[in-house]
């Protein structure tokens, strides 16, 4: 299973970025599709996930309203962030796991990508 995620970058505040995650290798019916950051000297925290069963899609509060997380059948993963704050700096990951719906804890999620860097400027 490999995970590539792009789209990482430089951004002034109240700019926007899409990341996306490149999935190959993964067979598995029901899976859920993460993203994860950790931002430096902070523990990684969940962003957003979506099962594929359920079709249900989480965000944790701080994204809630700005980040939009889409996925295709092909289980490639984007995350659409806009109005980005300087807290949203960070690595972001992409996780996917196997299984039935999705949570935003690391346990859950079997294979990750290398991150990719989200800086925004004020």
């Known amino acids: 299973v490999q995970l590539v995620e792009s789209g990482g970058g430089l951004v002034q505040v109240g700019g926007s970025l899409r990341l996306s995650c490149a999935a190959s290798g993964f067979a598995a019916d029901d899976y859920a599709i993460a993203w994860f950051r950790q931002a430096p000297g902070k523990e990684r925290e969940g962003v957003s996930c979506?099962?594929?069963?359920?079709?249900?899609t989480y965000y944790t509060d701080s994204v809630k309203g700005r980040f939009t997380f889409f996925s295709d059948n092909a289980k490639n993963a984007y995350l659409q962030m806009n109005n980005l704050k300087p807290e949203d700096t960070a690595v972001y990951f992409c996780?996917?796991?196997?299984?039935?719906?999705?949570?935003?804890?690391?346990?859950?999620?079997?294979?990750w990508g290398q991150g990719t860097q989200v800086t925004v400027s004020s």
């Open positions: 996780a996917v796991g196997q299984g039935y719906g999705c949570y935003l804890a690391e346990t859950r999620y079997d294979y």
């Open positions: 979506f099962g594929n069963t359920d079709g249900n």
